[in-house]
Nanobody, 124 residues
Framework: QLQLVVESGGGLVQPGGSLRLSCAAS????????IGWFRQAPGKEREGVSC????????YYANSVKGRFTIYRDNAKNTVYLQMNSLQPEHTAVYYC????????????????WGQGTQVTVSS
């Protein structure tokens, strides 16, 4: 069965605004996985934003988003969310979620299942 993760929730928001991104799994259960959020801005490398263990809910954030972004899970819905507040233009990027069968921190190479990404644009 095809295993996919699908992001949603991106869009255009004004500086200071908020967005909530969703990462839903299809074809497998996330209960024993770790989910990471990554982003890639034009001309820049992909960078890790946050990750969560679906097993125990432990979280990790990149320093650049601490206090601004919150990652949380809903195991019943097989979904992970990234709540992003106080967004600024520098947060503009394509945001990806990815699943890893074991805790992987924010190392992209450790994640086997990637979504197609959702565009977040912060602009007035």
């Amino acid at each position: 069965q095809l295993q996919l993760v699908v992001e949603s929730g991106g869009g255009l928001v004004q500086p200071g605004g908020s967005l909530r991104l969703s990462c839903a799994a299809s074809g497998f259960t996330l209960d024993d996985y770790a989910i990471g959020w990554f982003r890639q801005a034009p001309g820049k490398e992909r960078e890790g934003v946050s990750c969560i263990s679906m097993r125990d809910g432990s979280t990790y954030y990149a320093n650049s988003v601490k206090g601004r972004f919150t990652i949380y899970r809903d195991n019943a819905k097989n979904t992970v969310y990234l709540q992003m507040n106080s967004l600024q233009p520098e947060h503009t990027a394509v945001y990806y979620c990815a699943a890893s069968a074991s805790y992987a921190g924010l190392r992209p190479s450790k994640y086997a299942h990637w979504g197609q990404g959702t565009q977040v644009t912060v602009s007035s």
